[in-house]
């Protein structure tokens, strides 16, 4: 088997970026006919059985068989906020708020990770770092409170506002997690596991959270939140995350990781395309700004001491 071409690489890449982008809208399509939690444990049921498929491809459930107590309870508490955590806050929070703005959120991941990573592991930060945190705040701002940013402070955070923290809180964890306990474990290894173990968490949490009359009713939701919820799976899961694991390993994790800029560009693009939804001035100049800060964070850990 020859190896890919970079070219090849990079539009995988890309191709990640795209169907992380379009997870947002497809989420909201896929809640409008299924419950958050229960279209969520689908999911990755479906998730979990191509990326266990893909993990016997590459020969490595003896990788799985030799590990501890202690990396399978690590595991276990990455699951519950890489998996059922976010993937709970992702789908109740497309209740409540248009998805093209809730992609925008995810400028603010690697912004309160840095931050995070330089209190708890005491990492050093730089200007470009420092200046891109401030422009995603700011522009993640501007996007969700359209254009009207004091407005949290005489409204208050609405419900889809907490619910979206709560997807960067649980993001935040699940990479710090993985950086002071999942060490030894490959990527592969890390993202199957946790996704299994997270499905089961999501299909138990839904059955005693929404009741098991959601999961009989599945067969009623129409053909387009089926399709939805198939992507999702397939290919914003699945199929990105394989694309994504290419990249770090053909470009490295740095390199790779800067195609993610891209995926609220991609939210914005396929939440006017697939919902109609207007990209007002706000939305597009706050956006704009926060995917600025989020590329100087990139470059300035590129930098970094």
């Not at 067969?219 to 397939?234: H, M, T």
Request: hydrophobic share 55%.
């Amino acid at each position: 088997m020859t190896s890919p071409s970079i070219v090849s690489i990079h539009l995988r890449l890309l191709g990640m970026a795209a169907l992380w982008g379009a997870a947002w809208p497809l989420g909201r399509l896929t809640g409008q006919y299924m419950q958050p939690l229960t279209a969520s444990g689908l999911r990755f049921v479906i998730a979990g059985a191509v990326l266990l498929v893909w993990l016997y491809r590459y020969n490595r459930f003896r990788t799985v068989r030799v590990l501890n107590k202690r990396q399978w309870l690590n595991l276990t508490l990455a699951s519950a906020t890489g998996v059922l955590g976010y993937a709970s806050f992702f789908m109740l929070a497309l209740q409540f708020v248009p998805a093209g703005k809730a992609s925008i959120i995810v400028t603010l991941n690697p912004a309160v990770t840095l931050l995070m990573a330089a209190v708890v592991f005491h990492e050093r930060l730089n200007g470009k770092i420092a200046l891109g945190m401030l422009l995603a705040a700011v522009g993640a701002t501007l996007a969700i409170t359209d254009g009207r940013p004091l407005s949290f402070i005489h409204d208050g955070v609405n419900a889809g506002g907490f619910l979206l923290l709560g997807c960067v809180a649980c993001w935040v964890a699940y990479t710090l997690i993985g950086r002071a306990v999942l060490t030894g474990i490959d990527a592969l290894t890390t993202t199957t596991v946790t996704s299994v173990l997270g499905a089961g968490m999501l299909v138990t949490t839904s059955l005693l959270a929404e009741g098991p009359a959601t999961w009989a009713a599945l067969p009623d939701a129409p053909a387009s939140a089926w399709i939805s919820l198939l992507v999702l799976a397939f290919a914003s899961t699945a199929l990105a995350y394989a694309w994504y694991f290419d990249g770090v390993k053909a470009i490295g994790a740095g390199a790779a990781s800067g195609y993610i800029t891209l995926v609220p560009v991609f939210g914005l693009f396929f939440s006017g395309v697939l919902l109609g939804e207007r990209l007002g001035i706000s939305l597009l100049f706050g956006g704009l700004i926060a995917v600025t800060g989020m590329a100087l964070m990139h470059f300035g850990r590129q930098t970094r001491p």
